[in-house]
Structures are given as C-alpha cells and as structure tokens.
C-alpha cells in the first residue's frame, strides 16, 4: 500500500510538535519508574509472607506485561477514534487518562495495609495506563508528522522517541536523586511513591498544551478519502510489528529491564544500576534525532537496519563486559551507553517508517495497533521473559540473546523497505495537486 501524505506546512508547526511530544515524556517517564523501582514495588505489593524476593518481582513484571496488552485495545478504541473525529479531542482525553491513573498509583495501599486487594489495584490501574498509552502513540506520531514539513517527517517523527529517552531519563533521575536523599528504609516505605505523584503536575501541564493545539490540516482534507481494504491495513499492521520488533525488545531490555537484571542477576547495587541506566538511556538519547534527520536524506530503511544489525552482533559481547568483574567501570558504562545508542539508531526513523505505511483516515488506527502489538509481545514481556528464563535457567545471557533473536527478525522485516522509499511527493507533483485546488476553489467561487 503507497504511503500517501499530504505535506501542507501549518503556521505553527513546532507548536504542534511540543503538544504531541509531552504526553510521550510522561507516558515513558511513568513507565520507567515503574521498571526502576520494580524491586521495591515487588516488595510491597506482589510478595505474601514467604514469598520469595525472585517471585515478587516475576509477579511485578507480569503486572507490567498485562498494561502493555491493553495497549492495542487502547490503540484500536482511540484510534478509531482519532481516524473518526479527530487526532486533538483524543490526545486530551488519554493524557487525562494517564496523568489520573499514574497519579492514583503513588496514593495505592501496600499489601501490608488490604492484603491481595493491593495487587490487584495496582494492575488495574497498570491496565488504564496500556489503554491510554495505546492511543497516545498513534494520535501523538500523526500529529508530528502530518504537522512536518516536506522532507522533515522523520526528524519531526523522531521527537516521539526523543521524548522517551527524556521520560526514562528523568524517571532515572528521580529515582537516583531519591536514592541518593532517602535512606533505603525511607525509599521503600515513601519514597517510592514521590515520582508518580509527580506525575499529576506534568499532566497538567500537558493538558493545557493539548488544548490549544489545532487539529492537523491533513486531517481535515482526507478523512472523507476512500477507505482501505481491511486486509491491506492487517498487512501493512504486521509488517510495521515485524519492523520495529526489534527496536521494542532491544529498548526495554537495555533501558528499563537492565537496573533488576544487574540487581537481581549480578547483585549490583540500587544505585550501580541506575547509573548504568542513565548511561544507556543518555546514548539512546543522543542517536535519536540525528538517526531521524539522517533517514529524510538517506531513507527509514539503511538507518534502522544499521541498527538493527549492529544489536544482532554485539549484544552478547556487550553482556559478557558487564559480568566480568575484571572489566574496568568505564569500559563498563561505554558499553552500556553504546547499547542505547544503537537502539536509537531504530528509535529515530521508526515513527515516521510506520506512519508513512497507512493513508490519513486509518493512520491513528494502523499505526498505532502495529506499534502497540510489537511493544506487547516484546517489550511488555520483555523483564518476565527474561526474569523467568534466568530464573529457570541460570543463563545469564538471556537479555542478549532476546534482544538479538527479536532484532534479527526486524533484519528480515527492514529488508522489504524499498531502496526508492517514496517518503515525500515531488515538487512538481505538489505544484500540481495546488493548482488543482486553486482552479478547484475558483470554479465553486464562480
């Protein structure tokens, strides 16, 4: 199916790039506390007296896994949605969504106060956030990019990922600077809950953003256009999965699974793994925006199939620096931060690689379920399958072995990019298609 895109420039398209960035930041920021205190979480709501500590944190991480298969609910309600009415009314009301359910984690009840109720809160309001964040990316990607000017759809896409980055980045901060001021005690039994109610004034803000944000000139010339067959929008849904699995279960493993597997598996301190953390999520941050500058000049598929490829060869020797205790610390934390780096180079193009496989009214939908399918399966089960394996196994190269299988499928899906990747119409062709709504105008006019 031929991308079909519309690129009319709107007076304020760096408006429209903030508003729909924000709800990314604090989608991910949430997300990333979550995975960074998994242990404490585990230990105040997923562990029954004698229950082990290895159990608590598999439970947390299934509780993790369940929000992630919410998303593609999420992604197939708001999306039909947001392809039906409109990309603004829905981003306000799954930034609402969010902000209300991550802000009501922080004021839960432990199991030392309801027992087996307090879990169960918990998942329920994990499951509120799957569905809000499965609409979030869709109407989000849409907005930056069919806001983009012609020839800049993937440095505009990249800012979703962008924003990511400095959503797991401030969770890490948080955590670390809680760490660093909090005595162990203190963060296990308050501390913990500081950062998702922080989450309350950040969404606020991102609301009043969102509000005053204009709906996409796209938008509102195509959505009465034919409507794809189905089975082309189910085609095009499972090759974008199949394209950036990779980039899902690459990402969580280095960035947000990585604090309990170095605690849990390499009895690596609190405060070790998040360094480490920050490390891999400042080189992911770093690769973003130029991966997806350099993919408007030379197309999606050469940037997130360097990648995609380097992940493949280089995730185990990447592991295998970290377990051995006769590697120096900085070689140590080069290699974490050239982990996320490499993820970055199939973070920045991704968005707008997956935008560009639907036409304007199935776009939010499409998009977004292929992205939340792919971020399900792979990044949502990412720390139980790893925890689990480890667990069964005692392989502690399980995290790379996962992130290179899932990256070599990708390998595989990048290769069906054609080479002559039709990202932009030509300057001609836009001429054209102008003068023909100006003669379209002037003739109704007379």
């Given at each position: ?314 995730a185990v020797p990447l592991l295998n620096l970290l377990q051995d205790p006769g590697v120096s610390l900085t070689v140590k934390g080069a290699a974490v931060w050239g982990a996320g780096a490499v ?45 689990e394996t480890v667990e069964r196994t005692g392989n502690v190269d399980i995290p790379a072995y996962y992130a290179a299988a899932t990256c070599a499928v990708s390998v595989l899906a990048l290769a ?31």
């Open positions: 199916m031929a991308p079909t895109f519309s690129d009319r420039v709107p007076a304020r398209p760096r408006k429209a790039l903030v508003a729909g960035s924000v709800g990314n930041f604090i989608e991910w920021y949430e997300f990333g506390v979550y995975g960074y205190f998994a242990t404490i979480i585990a230990a105040r709501f997923f562990t029954p007296e004698g229950g082990s500590e290895a159990e608590a944190l598999v439970r947390t991480y299934a509780s993790f896994a369940l929000a992630f298969f919410f998303r593609p609910v999420g992604a197939a309600v708001f999306g039909r949605l947001g392809d039906r009415i409109g990309r603004r009314p829905v981003l306000i009301l799954v930034i609402a969504l969010m902000t209300g359910a991550t802000t009501l984690i922080g004021a839960l009840p432990t199991y030392d106060t309801v027992g087996a109720l307090a879990p169960w809160l918990l998942t329920f309001l994990r499951a509120l956030q799957g569905l809000s964040a499965g609409g979030e990316f869709g109407g989000a990607v849409s907005v930056m990019t069919e806001f983009a000017p012609p020839g800049r759809r993937g440095l505009y896409g990249s800012w979703q990922s962008f924003t990511v980055a400095l959503g797991l980045l401030a969770g890490a901060g948080a955590a670390a600077l809680l760490a660093t001021v909090l005595t162990e005690a203190q963060l296990g039994d308050w501390g913990w809950r500081l950062p998702f109610l922080l989450t309350l004034p950040l969404g606020l803000g991102a609301l009043w953003l969102r509000l005053r944000l204009d709906e996409t000139p796209v938008f509102r010339e195509e959505r009465a256009a034919e409507r794809p067959r189905g089975s082309e929008v189910a085609a095009a849904i499972a090759l974008g999965a199949g394209r950036i699995m990779g980039w899902a279960a690459a990402g969580y493993t280095f960035l947000v699974v990585l604090p309990s597997y170095l605690q849990s598996t390499l009895d690596a301190s609190f405060q070790q793994a998040l360094v480490a953390t920050v490390l891999a999520n400042l080189g992911f941050a770093v690769t973003i925006l130029p991966a997806g500058w350099l993919s408007d000049r030379i197309g999606r598929r050469a940037v997130m199939l360097t990648g995609a490829v380097l992940v493949v060869v280089l993820v970055g180079l199939m973070a920045g193009p991704g968005p707008a690689m997956l935008a560009e496989l639907f036409p304007t009214n199935v776009r939010h939908t499409g998009l977004g379920l292929a992205y939340a399918l792919s971020n399900a399966v792979f990044s949502g089960c990412a720390g139980l399958i790893i925890t069906t990019v054609p080479k002559a990747w039709v990202r932009e119409p030509t300057a001609a062709a836009e001429g054209a298609r102008k003068a023909t709504r100006a003669k379209e105008a002037k003739g109704k006019a007379g």
